[in-house]
């Protein structure tokens, strides 16, 4: 077998040819399991700090980037792969940049997004020392089936872990996790006040089947609860301690939560050595991820990408920005990433839409999308399955309303390539 | 004033994946589109089975929705029983379409008794079949999408409702999808099935019209997103 040195040597020749040929894909880091499948192990062997995975059915991508920034305000050097490469062979591809020549990563720290599925196959190649679960909701159900199956996934997940486990203690698939671990384990929790259950619902309150009154595991100074939130703002509690108030500019409720994810794991991460008044200054700054409600200037009015993948995350996203109204578009592809399956469609609520009806709408599953706000009746001014001409359309239209797309995964990427060529978008990290 | 069609969504909480929600609006749209008024009613595990009903939709769910509605289904089989006898069309898809079978055995080995309106078994198989489906059926091709693990064997005097022509139907073995007993129809196919399969939906809702007591008196609705979805869904990928 090839040495860590050359593995790394020929998959970053590769990574160089795909550039060159305009590609640049998980291609590199298919090539390198291939020839040499210890590859990613042995690169995140021996970090200082460990690997740290990020896992859960919505949420993953804003969390892994508050991650990555707190533990560099910390002081930590940390690797994390780009988001939507949360394959295997896309973090393989990421790191061949990152590996000195021994193929180690040059790193204190890393901080992995996966999904369940990805997380498994992950685990039995690197036990993570911490896991942060955010949490679980119908996702992408033609690939993993059940959601009792992706709790099955996660169950494994947690098994590998070896130092410690930072779970959600308002979701009760995650929190019924703690069962499986053993005492050797440290176990944190993130959550929200009670008085703002109405913000949360579960997914198994979105599909109307919550119904056993369920007892919350006591807090203890580790956890991370958010106590309340205003418009860009919020207070966390450290366990029962009210911390003051923090400025925000991430977008969405569920984000807000999921900085008390992100608080939780790096105050577990950094023990003692953790800075925590600084750290709470360092959340107001993180910007949101992309496509997660970013804004971009067309012609001096803002353009909203967001995405969304599943009905949950729809009829969240829905919900969050109900009380911003703007131009509309959707556009629903159905590729690989996206998930195969149109039911999911069905499973969203867009009555809110009635009254100012949808602009655009586009993808490769348009006519999907159209169908069902007909059978919402709402109504949808411009139906076309090109992205390119879609977004012309939708552009062209000079009210004085902010605009708003909101996209699955392939869809966004080709929004976004679309939108970059004529308008400045921050570069996909 | 027309009567007005009492549609019953069976085990709503519990047995209600993957966009079965679909089935049950493109029923209440389309009725209202034809010109016809609707009562929408649930039936829950342990509730009192509504009377008059023309139609019954049912779903799919996880194993665990399965298992806290079978006692109520064997209780209310009876009453299932004398309603397919009398015409009334029933759409149960996946899991409700098992249990409308004579049992299903998981890959546990525990066997959940069905009511028997089909003369079926369904066996817990080693994978899921999952994917985009085209379905020969008397109501045209349907498009559809399958997602399950069970695998249903129809004797051979029992109908399937269609033969499979993209997919694997009922056991990805003898090409069969679904099942029909009068106007009870049982299948795989998500998708939501109905939306993207309006001229079975109309064959559905012009029984329940008829067992109301009416005459069907179907307007003209206009499905063009239908069949622009249904042309692209079927050159998708399986």
């Known amino acids: 077998m090839l040495s860590p040195k050359q593995t790394a040597r020929i998959g970053r020749l590769v990574k160089k040819a795909m550039r060159l040929r305009g590609g640049g894909s998980a291609l590199p880091g298919l090539i390198v399991e291939k020839i040499h499948p210890g590859f990613l192990a042995h690169a995140l062997s021996d970090l200082p700090h460990g690997v740290v995975v990020v896992t859960g059915t919505n949420g993953k991508t804003t969390t892994t980037k508050m991650v990555t920034q707190l533990l560099r305000s910390e002081g930590l050097k940390v690797f994390t792969n780009p988001s939507g490469s949360n394959f295997t062979r896309g973090i393989v591809a990421s790191l061949l940049s990152h590996v000195n020549k021994d193929g180690k990563l040059d790193a204190d720290i890393a901080v992995i997004e996966l999904d369940e599925a990805y997380a498994v196959h992950f685990a039995k190649q690197v036990a993570p020392r911490y896991t942060l679960v955010l949490n679980v909701f119908r996702d992408q159900l033609d690939r993993f089936g059940e959601v009792d199956y992706t709790a099955k996934l996660l169950a494994k997940v947690v098994e590998a872990t070896t130092g410690g486990i930072v779970l959600n203690r308002d979701d009760s698939p995650v929190r019924d996790l703690a069962t499986l671990v053993n005492k050797t384990k440290k176990i944190q929790y993130f959550g929200y006040d009670e008085t703002l259950a109405r913000y949360f619902p579960s997914d198994a309150d979105l599909h109307g089947i919550s119904d056993e009154k369920i007892t919350l595991p006591p807090l203890s100074e580790g956890d991370v609860v958010l106590r309340s939130l205003s418009n860009h703002s919020a207070t966390f509690s450290f366990g029962n301690h009210l911390q003051p108030s923090t400025k925000l500019r991430i977008e969405g409720i569920y984000n807000v939560l999921n900085v008390a994810a992100a608080l939780a794991l790096v105050r577990m991460i950094r023990g003692k050595a953790c800075q925590e008044s600084a750290l709470l200054q360092e959340v107001a700054t993180v910007k949101p991820a992309f496509g997660r409600g970013e804004a971009i200037d067309i012609d001096g009015k803002p353009l909203e990408i967001v995405l969304v993948k599943n009905p949950s995350g729809f009829r969240l996203a829905i919900e969050s920005y109900k009380l911003r109204p703007a131009d509309t578009m959707i556009v629903i592809n159905d590729q690989y990433a996206d998930g195969r399956d149109m039911s999911w469609l069905w499973d969203v609520n867009f009555e809110s839409f009635q009254k100012s009806g949808i602009n655009v709408v586009s993808g490769i599953r348009a006519y999907d999308m159209a169908l069902r706000l007909q059978y919402e009746e709402v109504t949808v001014s411009y139906v076309d399955t090109s992205i390119e001409n879609a977004l012309k359309v939708f552009l062209k239209d000079t009210g004085s309303m902010p605009k708003r797309i909101f996209c699955t995964y392939t869809a966004m990427l080709a929004v976004r390539r679309s939108l970059s060529r004529h308008y400045h978008l921050e570069p996909i990290e | ?238």
């Not at chain 2, 546990?108 to 309106?117: A, C, E, K, Q």
């Open chain 2, 1 to 238: 004033m027309s009567k007005r069609i009492k549609v019953l969504h069976l085990y709503p909480r519990e047995m209600n994946i993957y966009g079965d929600w679909g089935n049950v609006l493109t029923i209440l749209r389309r009725l209202e589109w034809h010109g016809y008024e609707y009562q929408l009613v649930e039936h829950h595990p342990g509730g009192v089975f509504p009377k008059g009903v023309d139609i019954v939709i049912g779903g799919g769910g996880q194993d665990s929705g399965q298992s806290k509605v079978q006692h109520d289904l064997l209780a209310i089989g009876d009453t299932l029983h004398a309603l397919a006898d009398d015409n009334v069309p029933m759409l149960m898809i996946c899991g409700l379409y098992q249990l409308f079978g004579r049992f299903f055995k998981t890959s546990d080995g525990v066997t959940i008794p069905g009511i028997g309106i089909f003369a079926a078994e369904t066996y817990g198989g080693p994978t899921r079949l999952i994917g985009n489906t085209v379905t020969e059926t008397p109501f045209g091709e349907m498009m559809g999408y399958e997602n399950h693990s069970g695998l249903t064997l129809l004797d051979d005097t029992q109908p399937a409702l269609g033969k499979i022509l993209m997919g694997k139907g009922n056991n990805g073995e003898d090409k069969t999808e679904g099942a029909i007993y009068k106007a009870v129809f049982g299948t795989y196919l998500h998708g939501s099935l109905l939306p993207k399969n309006p001229v079975f939906a109309d064959a559905l809702i012009e029984a329940a019209v008829i067992h109301s007591g009416q005459k069907f008196e179907p307007h003209v609705i206009d499905d063009r997103f239908a069949h622009l979805a249904r042309d692209v869904a079927s050159k998708r990928p399986r």
